[in-house]
T-cell receptor
């Protein structure tokens, strides 16, 4: 039973356009959500996060939106750049989880020049 | 300013052998986490350690797997009597404070069991 789901294994976007990566979760106890980016042969690197008390967090070209009623979050990248091509993982944690992040399976983003 | 260092990057073992994976956290970080990624899957939490203590091992298989983070030296994930199903990428992460969600990951060790 997957608690964090990324239903799109891949996404292809033209450079300069917006990339939207989606993530759904089932556990209502999750109160903190993160996005990690992973290049081949490297470990995941933290990108952006959001607490459940917020519905939006923005950092430069990256914005994460949280819809608690729908148990859905999304990552928007605008404008998309070829260097953004990577696998993006959505992750969630519940209060007091002590570093136990629940990851989705990832979405591979390809940004074409 | 080294990040999390894992070695080896690739490890090949035959069934029944032991695998030892090492992780040196970011300098100053005393909290270490091990995650495993099976092919086409997301990362799965295994264990959380602080210096000399196992804080949460709820994701560790009950048999053959063990982890330690001694006072001196790297954290070690040990897999005894490996089986083909242990083949995966094993990632170590560290954080500066307890139970931080924002983790710093190493590049991983790819374990292949023949």
């Amino acid at each position: 039973d997957q608690q964090v789901k990324q239903n799109s294994p891949s996404l292809s976007v033209q450079e300069g356009r917006i990339s939207i990566l989606n993530c759904d979760y089932t556990n209502s106890m999750f109160d903190y959500f993160l996005w990690y980016k992973k290049y081949p042969a490297e470990g995941p690197t933290f990108l952006i996060s959001i607490s459940s008390i917020k519905d939006k967090n923005e950092d430069g070209r990256f914005t994460v939106f949280l819809n608690k009623s729908a148990k859905h979050l999304s990552l928007h990248i605008v404008p998309s750049q070829p260097g953004d091509s990577a696998v993006y993982f959505c992750a969630a944690s519940a209060g007091g989880s002590q570093g136990n992040l629940i990851f989705g399976k990832g979405t591979k983003l390809s940004v074409k020049p | 300013n080294a990040g999390v260092m894992q070695n080896p990057r690739h490890l090949v073992r035959r069934r029944g052998q032991e695998a030892r994976l090492r992780c040196s956290p970011v300098k100053g970080h005393s909290h270490v986490y091990w995650y495993r990624q099976l092919p086409e899957e997301g990362l799965k939490f295994m264990v959380y350690l602080q210096k000399e203590n196992i804080i949460d091992e709820s994701g560790m298989p009950k048999e053959r797997f063990s982890a330690e983070f001694p006072k001196e030296g790297p954290s070690i994930l040990r897999i005894q009597q490996v089986v083909r199903g242990d083949s995966a990428a094993y990632f170590c992460a560290s954080s500066p404070v307890r139970a931080s969600e924002k983790l710093f990951f190493g590049s991983g060790t790819q374990l292949s069991v023949l």
